[in-house]
């Protein structure tokens, strides 16, 4: 009777351990499961807020001090260009910057700053240079970098060379002018210094005094 005892003793240590083992094993594969799930699940696209305020001065030639304000809306699904965009602002690197190119009837252009490394361009199939959006200027492809333009009639299907590319295919727009369309289109007719260049230049400076990220 106590041989009995003892090995049924030693059958329900063994089953015990067993059980143990078996729960261990389940356990892990339960974790295992839930961790690829989760990291098997497509990742959020990063979204930007907001909207920016470019503060200007200098257009009016018979007011210097006149100050007006172009609010941009960011869109969310241009988020490595809005981001970018909005980076500089937050760091203050568009301030006392200027709209050195000027062309009326095409665009103004601005926010040139040295040293900053280029993007990645996000063209994609919703990419229109319409009145009043504003996009990335650049070299060529991937080159973006800091300087920015105001579409002030639509662009979108003018061809930029001679192998007919087109403005949508080639610069990524990444807001709208909310407010202010007005204070672009009055800094579009200030007089420049060559108005038959590719790069016509203010006479008198327009300047972003502050760049402000708004809620």
Known sequence: ??????????????????????????????????????????????????????????????NPTQIGNITILLRDDKPTTSGHFKTLVQQGSYDNTTFHRVIAGFMIQ????????????EIGSNNSNVRGTIAM?????????????????????KAIDNAG???DSAYTVFGTVTQGMDIVDA????????????????LQDVTIIKAIALP
């Open 1 to 62: 009777m106590p041989y009995k005892l003892k090995t049924s003793a030693r059958k329900s240590r063994r089953n015990k351990r067993i059980g143990i083992v078996v729960a261990i094993a389940l356990l892990a594969l339960i974790i295992g499961g839930i961790a690829f799930y989760v990291f098997s699940q497509p990742k959020p696209v990063p979204t930007v807020q907001g909207s920016v305020l470019l503060e200007v001065k200098g257009w009016n030639t018979t």
């Open 110 to 121: 601005g926010g040139h700053i040295d040293g900053v490394a280029a993007i990645p361009d």
């Open 137 to 157: 200027a650049n070299a060529g492809a991937n080159t973006a970098a800091s300087d920015f333009f105001i579409n002030t009639v639509d662009n979108g299907n």
């Open 165 to 167: 590319t087109k403005f």
């Open 187 to 202: 800094i579009s007719h200030v007089p420049v210094d060559d108005p038959n260049s590719q790069s016509p230049k203010p």
